[in-house]
T-cell receptor, first 112, second 115 residues
């Protein structure tokens, strides 16, 4: 039982490049989330998916897109990376929208 | 919309001393409250949560928190800290009766344990 897994763990991009962050959970949770963590800012919600087939914007969605591929997987895509997107990205899942969230280990992204 | 304020960005404390990390929230509806801990270079782990019932909530690693509705607070306490408690602690809130999905996090408090 791996919980929430994220790939890759680290990534360096040049400005303008694209990439997709992968997230999978094996807890049969309905809801999945993407957060970014920046120093002194806490965690801010980028996008979430309340159930398979639905996605909604969070607090900071600009520059990102998401796909809820199936119940297990929720990916985050940066179409044209910018230095302001340098951050640590966390995926999380929960049984329902306002319940305990379980977090993955994070992806550290550096955009040069 | 709800918000969370963690009043201290850093709290230094000596080993075996008690500690309190403060958290205040604002919301126009009933809330669920959470404390998460993040050890260096790791993801977040749930310490404890308040959903309903007793206002004193006990969590893992000897931590506890008290929900105070009149003061809109959910302070985290431990009677005697250990070096291994050095970490970042996040308070979070969600609306129990509707509203947007997801958690709103505070900016975190870095607990520094001094030997």
């Amino acid at each position: 039982n791996a919980g929430v897994t994220q790939t890759p763990k680290f990534q360096v991009l040049k400005t303008g490049q694209s990439m997709t962050l992968q997230c999978a959970q094996d807890m049969n949770h309905n809801s999945m989330y993407w957060y970014r963590q920046d120093p002194g800012m806490g965690l801010r919600l980028i996008y979430y998916s309340a159930s398979e087939g639905t996605t909604d914007k969070g607090e900071v969605p600009n520059g990102y897109n998401v796909s809820r591929l199936n119940k297990r997987e929720f990916s985050l895509r940066l179409e044209s990376a910018a230095p302001s997107q340098t951050s640590v990205y966390f995926c999380a899942s929960s049984e329902g929208g306002r319940q305990t969230q379980y977090f993955g280990p994070g992806t550290r992204l550096l955009v040069l | 919309a709800q918000s969370v304020t963690q009043l201290d960005s850093q709290v230094p404390v000596f080993e075996e001393a008690p500690v309190e990390l403060r958290c205040n929230y604002s919301s126009s509806v009933s809330v669920y409250l959470f404390w998460y801990v993040q050890y260096p270079n790791q993801g977040l782990q749930l310490l404890l949560k308040y959903l309903s019932g007793s206002t004193l909530v006990k969590g893992i690693n000897g931590f506890e928190a008290e929900f105070n509705k009149s003061q809109t607070s959910f302070h985290l306490r431990k009677p005697s800290v250990h070096i291994s408690d050095t970490a970042e602690y996040f308070c979070a809130v969600s609306e129990s009766g509707g509203g947007a999905d997801g958690l709103t996090f505070g900016k975190g408090t870095h607990l520094i344990i001094q030997p």
